[in-house]
């Protein structure tokens, strides 16, 4: 049921707008700033921050947005940042979560990593289907975007080019337990559906709340 009313709360096209705009921004977000960016008032933002935060889709706290501290810096201010905590909903109950598991925890026992990637590599070939290799980043993206992988272009440079991080891993709460299982099939998931003979490649490069895997142009050199 809690699950229900959490996403329920986002029934409001002002809170949805608010929660969507807090989410995409990968950082904590103040009251003003996000009022400005869903077009109403500062109170009127408030209130439905807060109701978010109370419906746990974001998690809030204080802190000075002056970036001065010491006499004169000002009041803290209210600040949102998107819950780690995850929602679904299955009408009937259903238990995928538990199953996913499992299923990961008898493969990492039966060493059956490289069998794991294989499928994932075939899946994701599977869903690319006939098309060519990913042709370039902005390509990348959709797709991924499309998957819930929420990419953004991190270090671009002068035309553009840079590294494609993704805010979101689908696949959380199995990676945690399982990470170089998990984050293996990843990889190759990603790879059958970029292709591996284009101008983007997918490569591993954790980082604590985001994608263990990044998207670059093939020709970008590889650190390690």
């Known amino acids: 049921m809690e699950d229900i ?15 969507e705009y807090v989410a995409a921004q ?11 960016a869903a ?3 500062r109170t009127l933002a408030a209130h439905h921050l807060d109701k978010l935060t109370e419906a746990g889709l974001l998690e809030s706290g204080s802190r000075r947005l002056t970036g001065r501290s010491g006499p004169g810096a000002g ?19 259903r238990d995928y979560r538990t199953a996913a598991e499992l299923l990961a925890e008898a493969a990492e026992q039966a060493g059956l990593d490289a069998g794991l990637c294989a499928a994932a590599r075939r899946r994701g070939e599977a869903l690319r289907g006939s098309a060519a290799p990913c042709g370039d ?3 990348a ?8 992988y929420e990419p953004h272009v991190e270090d671009a440079d002068e035309e553009g080019a840079g590294v494609v991080r993704m805010r979101n891993c689908p696949f959380r709460a199995v ?8 984050c293996g099939m990843n990889l190759a998931l ?6 591996t003979e284009g101008p983007v490649r997918a490569r591993m490069d954790a980082r604590p709340g985001e994608c263990c895997v990044v998207i670059e142009p093939s020709e970008a050199p590889r650190t390690f």
């Open 5 to 19: 009313e959490a996403i329920a709360a986002l029934q409001d096209p002002v809170r949805r707008r608010l929660y």
């Open 26 to 36: 990968g950082r904590e977000v103040g009251r003003n700033e996000a009022a400005e």
């Open 39 to 41: 077009g109403v008032a």
């Open 75 to 93: 009041r803290p201010a209210k600040v949102y940042t998107r819950s780690r905590a995850e929602r679904a909903v299955s009408l009937p109950a």
């Open 137 to 139: 980043l902005e390509e």
């Open 141 to 148: 993206m959709k797709l991924l975007a499309d998957r819930g």
């Open 175 to 182: 990676a945690e337990r399982f990470p170089p299982l998990v």
């Open 190 to 195: 990603l790879e059958g559906l970029l292709g």
